[in-house]
């Protein structure tokens, strides 16, 4: 932290520690996902998956935005005007649109995925299968990018901040 000359704003130093691209060619592959499992599951469970695959869609984006408010909520952490819904490939769902802490953005993305799990699960018992396999393609699918840009940090320190572009996950340390 460094003191402004003219007064008390402060400037906060950030240094790049690690930078995951978002090539072209894995995007690429990101969107042939949902296509892929849509045709496996209409050949293996029913022709009634493209429709269920639509109506998973924004159930689980709006499951993953209220389990992502309450961890935001119950943690203490400000939200207004730092997350919003992005339908920007690949970041889909409620991100930060700025800086964010690892660790919160680990702990979001953490109970995102067990609890999403638990509660597609649950549909197995009320909605027919190739409902609960869209929703949990879907569940997995939105989460993919930020699993995958956690397990590339893994190594990091859990203090560092994260950026979200189009085109990157960058990964800073003060």
Request: charged letters at 15%; one cysteine or more.
């Amino acid at each position: 932290m460094e003191a402004n000359n003219k007064g008390s704003a402060t400037f906060y130093h950030y240094k790049l520690i690690k930078k995951i691209n978002i090539t072209t060619a894995w995007l690429r592959v990101y969107m042939a996902l949902p296509v892929i499992c849509v045709v496996a599951e209409t050949i293996f469970l029913s022709w009634w998956s493209i429709l269920y695959m639509i109506i998973a869609a924004p159930v689980i984006l709006w499951i993953q935005y209220v389990i992502s408010r309450s961890v935001l909520l119950i943690s203490g952490h400000p939200i207004a005007k730092r997350w919003k819904m992005s339908f920007r490939l690949p970041w889909l769902g409620y991100m930060s649109d700025q800086y964010i802490n690892y660790g919160i953005f680990r702990k979001i993305q953490l109970h995102n995925l067990w609890i999403g799990l638990s509660i597609t699960a649950f549909f197995i018992v009320w909605a027919p299968p190739a409902f609960t396999v869209s929703m949990a393609v879907c569940h997995l699918w939105v989460l993919l990018p930020r699993l995958v840009t956690l397990f590339r940090l893994k190594s990091e320190q859990k203090d560092g901040m994260l950026k979200f572009t189009p085109t990157d996950a960058s990964y800073y340390a003060q």
